[in-house]
């Protein structure tokens, strides 16, 4: 018999612990590197259509991907600490209520960093929780809680 093999069936292999599989390399790097990005991009969407005139102009094109360059920097604090967090609670996206609570730490975390700043928080915790949202769409583990038997 195959020692691989265990009692229930399964490949002692394809028993991997959730630190083992879960992607913190990934999470940190994600969210570091385009959490900034994202946000500059989204306060630079806000910024030139606040005064849309119907043509976007070379001026409001560059000021889009400067504030990009400039979230990307302002915007590392709480991206890393959004990610910290997240790694250090091997947070799984498991059912739509999650994106919730995603939000709700995004807002959190880049709001107490802003408010150090003295940037408006309340706008940039909003900023914050749609990133969080996005990049935890694209980058965190999903975890299929409908076929686990429960004890």
């Known amino acids: ?28 790097l994600c969210y570091s590197l ?6 500059g991009f989204l306060l630079g969407l806000l910024i030139t259509f606040i005064g849309f005139d119907g043509t976007i102009s070379s001026e409001e094109l560059s000021l889009l991907f400067m504030t990009m360059l400039l979230g990307s920097i302002i915007g590392l604090l709480p991206a890393l600490f959004t990610a910290m967090i997240l790694v ?9 209520i999650d994106y919730l609570y995603l939000a709700i730490l995004g807002f959190i975390v880049t709001a107490i960093i802003s408010i150090e700043f003295f940037v408006p928080w309340y ?17 965190l583990p999903k975890k299929d809680v409908s076929h686990e ?3």
Do not use: H, R, W
């Not at 250090?88 to 739509?96: A, D, H, L, M």
């Not at 706008?123 to 980058?139: D, Q």
């Open 123 to 139: 706008a940039m915790g909003v900023i914050g929780a749609i990133v969080t949202v996005i990049l935890g769409k694209l980058v």
């Open 1 to 28: 018999m195959n020692k691989d093999i265990l009692e229930n069936g399964q490949n002692k292999n394809d028993q991997l612990t959730e630190s083992e599989s879960y992607p913190e390399k990934k999470v940190m």
């Open 88 to 96: 250090f609670s091997k947070f799984y996206i498991k059912s739509v």
């Open 149 to 151: 038997t429960y004890k």
């Open 34 to 39: 385009f959490g900034g990005a994202i946000g």
